[in-house]
């Protein structure tokens, strides 16, 4: 329903009467495209629907405006619409580009891509940053908000999600962050972001039982092979804020046990550096660490 809906926002069949308020001045916000062209016309039938597919592909980014030479002469003639199907662009008012005759389907995508590019993300990025700064300030309540409001422009926007996950994960509703994050939409469900918070719910899961880090380093001060004191002592430390020491710990035990647990080290090394963006630089020494480790 929702796409439908906006389908019949973005591709309009367009008149002389109506052109300077669908395409002249809708232009201002979002880049038209202009398809001249007729019925009796072959490449148009061609055409027309390459062109309706890769404007819905943009959902909202870009609109088409379809206008019948042989009913709206008057803008095709100003426009000098010699032949058709003739399409033209038209950004902030103004025609940007355009071709005449049709195009195979991939030249059409990218042509479409071009125009959507020309206008942004409408602001969805800043808006990101924002919510990501909220987060970095403990704010969790208004970056959920924030991220919420992209949701419901870009649905299917990974950061925003990641986000809106990791800000559940930040109000210590646990429950909560994982409903979202099974609640993902199928075509981002396996993007990075995701996957990144996915790890995140685990590692705090597992943070709600950690011990004290003092008892902890006691105990593995007091026997170096207690790998179990050790893991935990590792779970301590990422729960408190001290990724660097956890790994350093999660190491340790790899370097003197690596089958320990079921390669419980390994696995939990794997955990964190999912949880971490992938140029962080923990993230990336530990994962040359462990590589050192395993062909040693």
Request: overall charge negative; proline content about 5%; charged content about 25%.
């Amino acid at each position: 329903m929702a796409q439908a809906a906006q389908a019949q926002r973005d591709i309009i069949d367009g008149t002389d009467a109506g052109f300077m308020k669908d395409v002249v001045e809708a232009s201002q916000e979002v880049p038209v495209i202009v398809d001249f062209w007729a019925t009796w016309c072959g490449p148009c039938k061609t055409l027309g629907p390459a062109l309706e597919a890769a404007v819905t592909k943009q959902k909202g980014k870009v609109r088409l405006v379809k206008i019948d030479v042989d009913k709206n002469p008057a803008f095709a003639g100003q426009l000098r619409v010699q032949s058709i199907p003739t399409v033209y662009a038209f950004w902030q008012g103004q025609p940007v580009d355009g071709f005449q005759g049709a195009l195979p389907a991939s030249q059409v995508d990218q042509f479409v891509q071009k125009l959507a590019d020309l206008a942004g993300d409408g602001g969805l990025g800043e808006a990101i940053e924002a919510a990501e700064a909220m987060l970095e300030e403990g704010a969790a309540v208004d970056a959920a908000q924030t991220f919420a409001a992209i949701l419901q422009e870009e649905p299917e926007n990974p950061r925003a999600y990641a986000g809106l996950v990791r800000a559940m994960i930040l109000a210590g509703d646990l429950d909560q962050a994982e409903a979202i994050l099974n609640g993902a939409p199928a075509s981002i469900a396996l993007k990075p972001e995701l996957e990144a918070v996915r790890a995140q719910i685990a590692l705090a899961r597992q943070a709600a039982k950690a011990g004290p880090v003092e008892e902890l380093t006691a105990r593995v001060a007091a026997d170096p092979a207690d790998h179990q004191a050790r893991f935990d002592l590792a779970t301590a430390l990422h729960a408190s804020g001290r990724v660097q020491e956890a790994v350093d710990q999660l190491l340790e035990i790899f370097r003197r046990d690596r089958e320990w647990n079921d390669g419980a080290a390994k696995a939990q090394l794997f955990q964190i550096f999912d949880a971490l963006p992938p140029k962080d630089p923990i993230a990336l020494a530990g994962r040359r660490k462990l590589s050192s480790l395993i062909f040693a």
